[in-house]
């Protein structure tokens, strides 16, 4: 992998990951833009004490333009986007529009392919680990950022889930704060390790191992569908060996991730049957916090090794048609109904199996 960092136009940050070495990156932008001015303030819950990002200037954000306006698209002639250079493997850059910045944090856009007909499961598994790469290597240097206590690498597809841009893409998150799901887990590691002893990631893990929940097993990862499934078709993927970051992936692990995580893409398009449009999905990766703000103190009980390293990957499409909304119970309590058995889901996700 050769890394590539510059600067757009109003001084966000851009960065290219190519699989060749000799790939030159030279290409200017062009574009007369204005610094980027962004308003994101943190202000939290007194009630629940959670978070909120308040970013008014998003509004103004591009909205589903047509493909040949596409700014995640390479730059070719006088159509010039995001990317000043005329082809890409994998870049990273800054959200023009982030919902962190500042003090507040920070987001980029990670897009996986220049192609914008193409998808993640489209990629190859060379391509596919760049992108680990590119994810791990973000993950190392925001990291060092002395604001960020929790960095979240994630892809939503589909105009179902909410997305504005069809280009093949990701984003990334650096929070200044632990988020109120990580929050939730630590208090239930903690919990479990005073109640048994024993780490709760591996408990679960041994559980779902055993169980007839499994969707897909290698050698170095192990993907299932979770007991207490929130969503209809929510598969969850763990490397066997329990690391906390991406970071501490070894290589065998990364070597194999490929393989695994583009079956699972392909078997989540091909859940409702053939015929029907790319299943839309959310796929989340779950690191550990960085401590900076006392997360693993003695009185915890548990430190930042004891976290397990995992992947979320789950879809708002109930059936063929139908979408699973969040409604008077889940959005208003949090508590969720889930109108597929995780067992049947299972099932289905290993009835389309490549």
Not at 176 to 197: D, K, V
Not at 209 to 236: D, I, K, M, N, Q
Not at 258 to 269: C, K, T
Not at 275 to 282: A, D, K, S
Request: glycine share 6%; aromatic share 10%.
């Amino acid at each position: 992998m050769k890394k590539t960092s510059t600067r757009l136009a109003d001084g966000r940050e851009l960065i290219y990951y190519d699989l060749r070495d000799d790939t030159v990156r030279d290409a200017v932008d062009r574009r007369p833009l204005e610094r980027t001015v962004t308003t994101s303030e943190i202000r939290r819950d007194p009630l629940l004490g959670d978070a909120v990002a308040i970013a008014s200037h998003r509004q103004g954000r591009i909205y589903h333009p047509p493909a040949d306006e596409c700014p995640l698209c390479p730059s070719q002639g006088e159509r010039l986007s995001e990317i000043p250079d005329s082809s890409y493997d994998v870049v990273v850059f800054e959200n023009r529009f982030p919902s962190l910045a500042g003090d507040s944090g920070r987001c980029e856009v990670v897009c996986f392919t220049s192609d914008h007909r193409s998808s993640f499961a489209d990629l190859t598994e060379e391509q596919a680990a760049l992108v680990l790469d590119a994810w791990t290597d973000r993950t190392s240097e925001l990291s060092h950022l002395s604001s960020v206590e929790q960095v979240f690498c994630f892809e939503n597809r589909g105009a179902e889930i909410g997305v504005t841009l069809g280009h093949p893409h990701g984003q990334i998150y650096a929070y200044p704060f632990i988020t109120p799901r990580t929050t939730l887990m630590l208090g239930r590691l903690a919990s479990h390790r005073a109640e048994t002893g024993e780490n709760l990631f591996d408990t679960v893990l041994e559980r779902e191992r055993a169980g007839e929940r499994v969707v897909l097993e290698g050698e170095h990862w192990v993907a299932f569908v979770p007991y207490a499934a929130h969503w209809p078709y929510e598969v969850h993927l763990y490397p066997k060996r329990r690391v906390p970051d991406l970071l501490a992936l070894d290589e065998a692990a990364r070597t194999e991730f490929p393989q695994v995580y583009l079956e699972l893409l392909r078997r989540f398009d091909r859940i409702f049957g053939p015929g029907e449009p790319p299943t839309p999905y959310i796929a989340a990766w779950h690191q550990a916090p960085f401590g900076r703000t006392g997360a693993f103190d003695e009185g915890t009980g548990v430190n930042r090794d004891d976290f397990a390293l995992h992947l979320e990957l789950f879809t708002v499409r109930r059936t063929s048609g139908k979408l699973k909304f969040l409604a008077g119970s889940e959005s208003g309590m949090n508590v969720f109904i889930n109108d597929v058995p995780p067992e049947r889901a299972a099932e289905r996700l290993r009835e389309v199996a490549s």
